[in-house]
């Protein structure tokens, strides 16, 4: 078959997509840049539910592809179907697991459904992409999340956090380096929980990898410590770039939204990354109007961010997803307070 893979949302999205890719040329299949869609069979769309506009994306994109190649299988897999989405204009639904059982449905050509219960450990049987040369490599090494913050719908997606095997990250950077990848980043759903010891875990890759550079994906702050520092400083290759998920920095909007952490454990985390690497760079997420967030509240963050100066900011306003804690709480904003709390941000810390 000649297939088409479209993929909406995080690095983990397009590590999976690139590894459904390989996955699929090894069953023989011919994997087609978007560019020469008009010569498909099918169409793999790989959708996300991070938000509201994520999961209307990702729905739009089906609907369009539906018309855009009536003759085409579609199929959809990713976060949206996994959290019980239906996705009437799809042949074919998967999830965020079983990506073997989705390629058997798709060989099939026939209306299937293959969503399964989330394994109960990392599914190390989606292979890694094989990079271009002197193109960038996502290494998967970690699924799911325990954070369960009050905003968030990704553990209904991607369920409990799980780890991969050290050793086959390692050998993975390895075959990645040893296949001309210009960098290697290690990525996940939420990658500061890996276990055993995510500075062990990346120091080995430095070294496995070496002297390809290597770094992290989005990192929750309480990570970025002392212990990640002593471990990663002495490894010429690991480059220094950060980018840390703190959504806020008022201690009752943290509190509120269910981050374990508060504002004094995010200065210690600038402080200690700019202590251990002189020319490190350091962005950041922000959420703004976050259900019960005050006027007060969001001044806190703004000011405590021009007090941080981080280098970049990805800055979104909340997004009320149905079923979660946060949709049901009182103080909701309307969407021109969020907008224009977003825009007060943007002006100080442009893209």
């Known amino acids: 078959m000649r297939i088409v893979i479209a993929t909406l949302g995080c690095r983990t999205n397009q590590a999976e997509s690139a590894g459904m890719a390989e996955l699929l040329r090894r069953r023989g299949h011919e994997v087609l840049p978007p560019s020469e869609a008009e010569r498909c069979d099918a169409v793999i769309v790989n959708t996300c539910t991070v938000t509201a506009t994520a999961d209307k994306k990702s729905r739009n994109a089906v609907r369009r592809l539906r018309r855009q190649y009536p003759d085409a299988l579609i199929a959809v897999c990713g976060c949206l179907p996994q959290t019980g989405e239906v996705i009437p204009d799809a042949d074919i639904v998967g999830g965020t697991a079983n990506r073997a059982g989705f390629a058997e449905a798709l060989e099939k050509r026939l209306p299937a459904r293959v969503l399964t219960p989330l394994p109960s450990g990392f599914e190390d049987s989606l292979p890694d992409a094989r990079p271009l040369r ?19 719908k990704v ?20 075959e990645a380096a040893e296949n001309g990848a210009a960098e290697i980043v290690l990525t996940g759903i939420e990658i500061a929980s890996y276990l055993p010891s995510l500075p062990e875990l990346t120091a080995a890759v430095c070294r496995a990898a070496a002297p390809v550079p290597v770094r992290l994906s989005s990192l929750d702050p309480r990570r970025a410590d002392a212990e990640l520092a002593q471990a990663l400083t002495s490894e010429k290759n690991f480059r220094p770039a950060f980018h840390l998920s703190l959504q806020s920095c008022c201690d009752a909007v943290l509190a509120a939204m269910g981050r374990r952490y508060a504002a004094a454990d ?22 703004v109007g976050f259900p019960g967030e005050t006027d007060g509240d969001f001044l806190q963050t703004l000011q405590t961010l021009q007090t941080l100066k981080p280098d970049g900011l990805h800055i979104f306003p909340y997004s009320r997803r149905p079923g979660t804690p946060a949709a049901s709480m009182p103080g909701q904003h309307t969407r021109a307070v969020k907008a224009d709390r977003a825009r007060r941000l943007r002006e100080i810390f442009p893209k």
């Open 134 to 152: 002197r193109s960038r490599a996502y290494i998967r090494i970690q699924d799911g999340c325990d954070n369960r913050c009050a905003y968030c």
């Open 155 to 174: 553990p209904q997606a991607r369920g409990a956090a799980r780890s991969r095997a050290a050793e086959s990250v390692v050998r993975a950077a390895k």
């Open 266 to 287: 995010i200065f210690a985390a600038f402080a200690c990354l700019r202590e251990a690497w002189r020319g490190v760079t350091i962005a950041a997420d922000i959420i």
